[in-house]
Structures are given as C-alpha cells and as structure tokens.
C-alpha cells in the first residue's frame, strides 16, 4: 500500500548512480557513497549505506544488511535538532527510487526545519539484499493481452511466487527476518548510529504501521509521530474489497454533489458497473506502454481491470477529479486514460520489492486471520466487485502465503498500539485501501494523538494537501498542543474534470526558472527535478497538463535530442509565433501514443520549452486556449 504519483516527462530520464560495495563492515556503521538519484535544485544531501544485524535478536551471528539512506540537511538558519525520519509505505516500496518525482511535493517543506532522513527499509530497492520479484513483473508484462480467469491468475502469480521465494532462499536470505518488529530494530540503530537523540516518525500507509510498532518496541528517543492513511496492526487487508466498495461510493456521491460534475456525468454510480460488465462480457482490447523501455505492449481492459485501474486511481489526489469523465470516456470506448493508468502501475510494480510485500503480509496479517473472519468479510461484499476481491480471495493470499517460508508471528502483531508519545494521525477522505475509520481505530488507544479527516484527497492526505501540511509543520514546531485544522473547513472538494470545460488563465512568476507566464487556473502547480533540471508543471489530470523548461543549451542541440525521441527526425512546424521579436516554433507530436505539442525557443543564449499534453480530442483547443498564451505571455525575469 503505497503512493505513487508520477509526472510523465518524455523528454528526459533518469539514470541512478551505482552503489559503492562496503562489506564486513560492523553493525551501526555509516559508510558514505555517491547518492542514488540526480540533483535536486537546493539541497546537498549525504548517502551512504548503515549496516544492521540480520536479526537483531541474534546480533552476534555475523550476518548483517545494508539499508541504502539519504540525510537532506535542514536549509534554514536555525534548524530544530530533532530529524524527520521518513517511513515508505508498501511493505516493500522505495523512496530513493522514485525520489525525484516525489521530494518536492512531499518532502521539501519539512528541510526548511530540521534535517529529513529518507531510507529504503530492509529488503527494499537500494538496500541490499532486496526482495524483489522479476518473476511476477515479468508474468505480469507476459499476460497483458489474456484475459485470464480468477482460477489461471491464482495458479500463475502463486507459480510466480514460488520461484521468488526459491531463488530467494537459494541466495541465503532468512525471509523470517523481513518484518515490522525487525524493521523498527533498523529505524532505532539509524538514528543511533547518525548522532541524533531524539527524532520525529512519519509514515505514510504501510509505514504508519512500522511508526507504531517503533513506539511499541523502540520509544525511547522518538519526540513526535505523524501517521498518515494509516494501517494499524488491530486490522487485516483482506478487508480491501470492503474498503475499495467505500471508496467508490465516496466518489460517486461527490460527483452526485457537485453540480457541474453531476449535470456532466450523472448516474455515475450505474454507469461504471455496466460498464464494468460490459468488459467483462467484451473486453476492449488496448495498449500499455512500458515505461522503461517505451516498448508498446498489447493489453486487454476487462470488467476486473477496469475496477482494479478505478481503485488504483483513487488513491492519488491527482487523479480523482478525472475519474468521473474517464468513466464516461470508457462507456463510450475511448480507454486513454486507463492505458496511461496502467502503464504507471507497471512502472510501479518495477519499484515495489514483492519479497519484502510477501513477508510483512504473510506473517503479520493473513496468516494471522481467522477462517471467521473472511467468511465475514465474503459475506459482505458487494456482487459487482466479486471478481475484483479475487485478488485478496483466500486461495490467492493463503497460497503463496503457505509456501513463502515464513510463520505467523506472535498475536502481538495484531494488537492496537498504546502509546502516550504526541501524535497526528491523518486520513483521506478517498482513500480506497486505509479507510478513515482505521486512523480513527488507531487513534483510540493513543491518548495524546490528534485526528484529522483531509477531504478531496486519496491515499497519502499531507502531500495531498496544502492545509494538511500546514497542520502537519504545526504539529511538529510544537507536539504538545494540538495544531489547529481550521484550514480544513474550507479545504477544497475534487474539482472534477469536464470535457469541454472552458479554462481561465492567470499570471504566474518563478523565480527557480526566472520566467514570468500565464496557466489556467486551478491546475495543480508542482515542480520537479530531473537529472538536475527544473521542470514546472501545472497539471490538470492524468492526461493533460502544462510544463516549463528552461535549457542552459542552444535550441538546435535540444531539437536534435527531442528528434531522436521521435525516431531521428522531428515533423514540419505546426505554426511559427512572433512575440517581442523572438520566434516560436511550435511542433505537433505523438509520443508513445499521447499528443504533444511543443513550443520552442532560443532567448539570450538560453533555450526555453513549453510542452502540453493531452488527449487526442482536447489537443487542439487546448493548444489555442493554453499553449498559445501561455507562449505569447512568457518572459525572462529582469
């Protein structure tokens, strides 16, 4: 259970850096290496590997791991002593991996404070061993264009499974040793070992269940916690179909309470699942571009995929609001939005460690539910996400779960944590996998915590949230008194997307890029860092949005790269702009199936792009209602 919001830049990639080996080195040692990912503009990080005992039960045994960290120094002039420790969701997900899409959204306004630590757990990414499984990502790209039946899937992701688990094995590795109470052992010889005496936690899904297991066994030195879309230890996901039904339905009432949304897109709720059964009946045969490798890939939408890439989507605050028209599109046959979805979830599953996943899981939560319990929760799911609960269907988990080579663990993994240590404890409104009511569980028997529910927003409610983060660096200035959430009053619902919609532009000036322009108005404005280059983005949904960029290189150089994406030769130009004496070019483009246009510019020296993607049947309004203007108003700050 993880967050997984990514900018599609088909303009640049990123390249990590090798780890530099250090072995034999003794538990609680710091060893320095070149860091994993590119510059990001404003920060010097440190990295380096931290060995720790394989078990900490048994630290003379001489087997050890290396987790993979990142130390980004506090950047104000009186920064707190305390660090934030960062703790990645999944089990199984990586930060460093995907840490330059997602650090300025999600971390940059807690560096201003103190120092952030941001680390890739044991078993995961960067970290070596990790418990990654080719095996299923591969079976995964493999079965793209079957439509497989519930009985097929079980047999070949359990097969898939197995041949992890026995390659795993084969390689040394103790999968018994790859869970929470060991993982929050690692957390507190990490911020030991670094110098640091007292630390706040933040965990977002997964990791707000190590969050509490690190105040049950590891207290001391912790100041403050901050839990986010949380996953407490008192729950079990088998109850996902449950929580995704709850989703759905927050969605289909907040498209029924929005007027434009409900006149647009009415009776939503009826046309997803006919249109869910009418894939299921014929499923509509697409295509999914590998991210990696921009190879192309057959693919089938079916009914259970359809609801899958649905609930897949809600977790992220981004994409809500083009649910309800992406539903319409799909009813009308029109699945961009679900291929774009979908080949995001792909590039996922290379970043998340299912070795890792299958450990945590097995022994902490499905080996530990009562046959009661499921008949419980088969009983009340809803007939129309009968397929989709096939994925957490008892011969699907207790399966590869019976053959992973782990045991249930103590019922103190299934107990609520108690805990007087001062906490936030967060919840999205939309969340489709940590429901509301298991922050609200949690908080229960933390009497020194602070409950917040963050509407409009999915899985992951502080970087979601511009209140929420505002809450989040309140609480942390001062854990002892309760922040003030008034902000939420007024926070805002999904403002959902509509075809046709017309868009309203305002000025903008950025300093980091030194350009002053025009972009419509409620787009979602971020900025991020690739390979060391700025990139700012207003991004209205999944599929359309407006990006920024500003090359310390001739424009010929930059059209000879952007030629080679498009096979060694870029089109005729679209149309040319005059604006105060410079020329624009702009060029039509379709890359990886998606249109593109960018426009081009050569100003003192400096190459300045605009790019707009969208979808086929928007592009040309939009590249006369945002590109164009966009162009004809931007200019170098003095």
């Known amino acids: 259970m993880r967050k997984l919001t990514l900018f599609l830049l088909v303009l640049f990639t990123l390249a990590a850096l090798p780890a530099l080996a250090q072995d034999g080195a ?10 994993w990912f590119g510059a990001i503009t404003g920060h010097n990080p440190r990295c380096g590997y931290l060995t720790v005992p394989e078990d900490h039960n048994n630290p003379d045994s001489g087997r050890t791991l290396r987790l993979a960290v990142a130390i980004f120094p506090a950047t104000g002039a009186d920064p707190a002593p305390d660090p934030l420790i960062y703790l990645e969701g999944g089990p199984g997900g990586s930060p460093l991996e995907i840490l330059q899409f997602t650090f300025s959204t999600q971390f940059a306004a807690f560096t201003a404070d103190r120092d952030v630590i ?3 757990q044991r078993g995961v990414g960067y970290s070596e061993p990790a418990l990654d499984c080719p095996e299923l990502t591969e079976l995964q790209r493999e079965t793209l264009d ?67 297991t690190i105040m049950r066994d590891q207290p ?19 109850q996902a179909p449950l929580n995704a039904n709850r989703a759905f339905e927050a969605l289909f009432a907040g498209c029924a309470a929005d007027a434009d949304c ?36 057959p693919a089938v939408l079916n009914g259970d995929s359809f609801i899958t890439l649905t609930f897949q989507a809600l977790y992220s605050a981004d994409l809500i609001p083009s649910l309800p028209q992406a539903i319409y599109a799909a009813r009308a046959g029109s699945f961009s939005f679900y291929e774009q979805l979908y080949a995001l979830l792909l590039f996922q599953a290379d970043v998340l460690s299912y070795g890792m996943y299958n450990s945590v899981q097995c022994s902490e939560d499905t080996l530990l539910v009562s046959e009661g319990e499921l008949t419980q929760i088969a009983a009340e799911i809803p007939d129309a996400l009968r397929g989709f609960a096939g994925d957490y269907s008892p011969e699907q988990v207790f399966g590869f779960c019976q053959d992973w080579g782990v045991t249930a663990l103590p019922a103190l993994e299934n107990e609520a944590v108690t ?139 930059f059209l000879q790269g952007l030629a080679l994406q498009t096979g060694g030769a870029l089109p005729d130009p679209a149309q040319t702009l005059a604006v105060e004496g410079v020329t624009w070019t702009i060029y039509e483009l379709v890359l990886m199936g998606i249109p593109f246009n960018v426009a081009v510019a050569e100003i003192d020296g400096l190459t300045y792009v605009l790019q707009l993607q969208t979808m086929a049947e928007e592009s040309a309004a939009l590249v006369e209602q945002v590109l ?3 162009v004809q108003a931007l200019r170098p700050l003095q």
């Open 146 to 212: 079957q439509a497989l039946s519930l009985e097929e899937n079980t047999r070949l992701t359990n097969a898939a499974f197995a041949a992890c688990q026995a390659r795993l094995v084969s390689e040394g590795v103790d999968l018994t040793l790859y869970n929470s109470a060991q993982n929050a052992a690692d957390v507190a010889l990490l911020w030991q070992s670094l110098g640091y005496s007292e630390v706040n936690l933040y965990g977002i899904s997964y990791g707000t269940r190590l969050a509490l």
């Open 26 to 35: 003794a538990p609680g040692t710091f060893a320095e290496s070149d860091c």
């Open 419 to 557: 805990s007087d240590i001062p906490t936030l404890v967060m919840a999205g409104e939309y969340d489709p996998i940590t429901p509301p009511a298991w922050a609200e569980l949690a908080a229960q028997t933390l009497p020194n915590s602070t409950y917040f529910l963050v509407p409009g927003v999915g899985h992951g409610a502080i970087p979601a949230s511009e209140c929420a983060t505002r809450i989040a660096l309140a609480f942390l200035a001062d854990p002892t008194t309760p922040p003030d959430g008034s902000c939420l009053a007024s926070a805002p619902a999904p403002d959902f997307s509509i075809a046709g919609e017309a868009v309203t532009l305002v000025p903008f000036t950025n300093e980091d890029l030194g350009i002053s322009s025009v972009a419509p108005e409620g787009w979602q404005e971020t900025s991020q860092t690739v390979s060391g280059l700025i990139v700012l983005i207003f991004q209205r949904d999944l599929e359309t949005n407006l990006s920024f960029i500003v090359l310390a290189t001739p424009q010929q150089q």
């Open 118 to 120: 941001i680390f890739d």
């Open 220 to 238: 001391q030195g912790v100041r403050s916690v901050m839990i986010d879309s949380v996953y407490p230890p008192n729950v079990n996901l088998l």
């Open 262 to 297: 409900n006149a647009a897109y009415p009776d939503l709720e009826s046309v997803f699942y006919e249109t869910a059964a009418r894939l299921t009946a014929a499923p509509a045969e697409i295509e999914v571009r590998d991210l990696n490798t921009l190879e192309a890939l």
């Open 628 to 630: 164009v203007p966009a």
